[in-house]
């Protein structure tokens, strides 16, 4: 009778002792970690570590086995893939970055109105930071002055980053993040910006109506340039909203 009771209580012990080890691994997830097994949504906590590259270099993983050319109807399918992708990100650089610590410069130069716009919609973040990725290094392949501000590489930059996002999304998308871009700036700076994003995509619109195929980079880059040499866009001189010329290409 002793042996039995023996052999119940470590039968008792040995099952509390296995079910609190298959338990464990759960327990030490992080809040990140824990995210790929819910439904996916960017969280604060997510959104803290993750920078305008992060979101480029989703939408690189992402596009290397999807095609996105109709993202329309794809978006909310897109989305679903993009969050773990995200997540992911936001895991491996979760221990070099403490939790609720300052965001990081590239994350910092969003503002609340952009913040808010990535965690609804996260694919439309990564083709946005993507786009823009692509014109700031254009601008710095094309101008001596690259992107810096109120020369005319950062027309160029402005106007191609939304000609590219209304090619890859559409001219309403483009403007809403291009705004959101926009939140807090002011005065001639902004009227700049705002004229020269709005040129990017009226150009973009006006290729696309006379083109049979939708036209590429390459073809966007072409006829922005010509604008700017005849001084259709915009750039700030001593102050004033002038109007850009041919001056500083490479």
Not at 2 to 14: C, D, P, S, T
Not at 103 to 115: H, Q, V, W
């Amino acid at each position: 009778m002793k042996k039995v009771f023996l052999a119940f209580i470590f039968l008792l012990a040995f099952g509390v002792s296995s079910a609190y080890a298959s338990e464990k691994p759960e327990m030490q997830k992080s809040n990140i970690e824990n995210q790929l097994d819910v439904t996916p949504e960017l969280s604060e906590e997510v959104l803290e570590v993750l920078t305008e590259e992060d979101f480029a270099a989703a939408y690189e993983i992402l596009t290397e086995t999807t095609s996105i050319e109709d993202f329309e109807k794809q978006e909310k399918e897109l989305d679903q893939l993009i969050i773990p992708i995200l997540i992911d990100i936001a895991k491996t650089k979760e221990n070099s970055i403490k939790p609720y610590s300052i965001l990081p410069d590239a994350y910092n130069r969003l503002n609340d109105t952009e913040r808010k716009l990535a965690k609804k919609h996260p694919t439309q973040a990564a083709i946005v930071y993507n786009c823009s990725a692509a014109a700031t290094g254009l601008a710095g392949k094309l101008y001596k002055n690259g992107n810096a501000d109120n020369h005319n590489g950062n027309a160029f930059k402005h106007a191609f980053w939304n000609a590219a996002m209304t090619r890859d999304m559409n001219a309403t998308k483009a403007k809403t993040w291009a705004d959101a871009h926009e939140v807090g700036a002011k005065g001639v700076s902004k009227d700049m910006d705002l004229k020269n994003n709005k040129i990017g995509r009226d150009t973009y619109v006006a290729l696309a109506d006379a083109s049979f195929l939708k036209p590429n980079y390459t073809k966007i880059q072409k006829e922005l340039m010509k604008k700017i040499d005849q001084g259709k866009l915009y750039r700030v001189v001593n102050g004033k909203l002038v109007k850009t010329n041919s001056s500083g290409k490479k």
